[in-house]
Nanobody
Framework: QVQLVESGGGLAQPGGSLRLSCAASGFTFSRYAMSWARQAPGKRLEWVSGIYSDGSDTYYADSVKGRFTISRDNAQNTAYLHMNSLKPEDTATYYC??????????????????????WGQGTLVTVSS
């Protein structure tokens, strides 16, 4: 069964940190680019970060650049999103996604004609004091 399962969400204080995990199964993880996207209540889905299949390069939305770090462990079939200096506006449900093409993962949130192969079910992050 092809699936992605996110974990690690929860409540964090402003300025705090969380690490999200995305465990993959049912497909050859090392051949897929990975990304994270988020959706705040009442807002559109927003792309957050992406990483190539071999981890050779990473990309970030301006809103999280310098605070979030994406990584992956191909031996463990897991991707991560390390979130530091959290802000209340980071509150959202965070989704991981997988596709052979990183470009598709980046534009899927803004291009209705783009589809990606696998989405996770999401994990909620709440940043509040």
């Amino acid at each position: 069964q092809v699936q992605l399962v996110e974990s690690g969400g929860g409540l964090a204080q402003p300025g705090g940190s969380l690490r999200l995990s995305c465990a993959a199964s049912g497909f050859t993880f090392s051949r897929y680019a990975m990304s994270w996207a988020r959706q705040a209540p009442g807002k559109r889905l927003e792309w957050v970060s992406g990483i190539y299949s071999d981890g050779s390069d990473t990309y970030y939305a301006d809103s999280v650049k310098g605070r979030f770090t994406i990584s992956r462990d191909n031996a463990q079939n897991t991707a991560y999103l390390h979130m530091n200096s959290l802000k209340p506006e980071d509150t959202a449900t965070y989704y991981c996604a997988a596709d052979p093409k990183l470009h598709s993962l980046v534009v899927v949130t803004t291009d209705k004609n783009t589809h990606v192969e696998v989405w996770g079910q999401g994990t909620l992050v709440t940043v509040s004091s």
